[in-house]
């Protein structure tokens, strides 16, 4: 695999990820070029210095049960 198609998968992972939080359509586009998009040059919340710092409070994992909304 080549650098350009690892990112391009990595990316569709993330637009999978948004498009699956939100029930909304996510571009490669509206990631990469459209600056208008609310989703252009998303950067995550915490940081992985957060994460050392131990300040990032997770919220609890609660499973969920088959039929149940």
């Given at each position: 695999?080549?650098?350009?198609?690892?990112?391009?998968?990595?990316?569709?992972?993330?637009?999978?990820?948004?498009?699956?939080?939100?029930?909304?359509?996510?571009?490669?586009?509206?990631?990469?070029?459209?600056?208008?998009s609310?989703?252009?040059?998303?950067?995550?919340?915490?940081?992985?210095?957060?994460?050392?710092?131990?300040?990032v409070?997770?919220?609890?994992e609660?499973?969920?049960?088959?039929?149940?909304?």
């Amino acid at each position: 695999m080549t650098p350009d198609r690892i990112a391009e998968t990595n990316l569709a992972v993330i637009m999978g990820r948004i498009s699956a939080y939100t029930g909304e359509m996510v571009k490669f586009d509206d990631l990469l070029k459209h600056e208008k998009s609310p989703y252009y040059n998303l950067k995550a919340s915490v940081s992985p210095l957060d994460f050392e710092k131990g300040t990032v409070k997770l919220p609890t994992e609660v499973p969920s049960i088959p039929g149940k909304a």
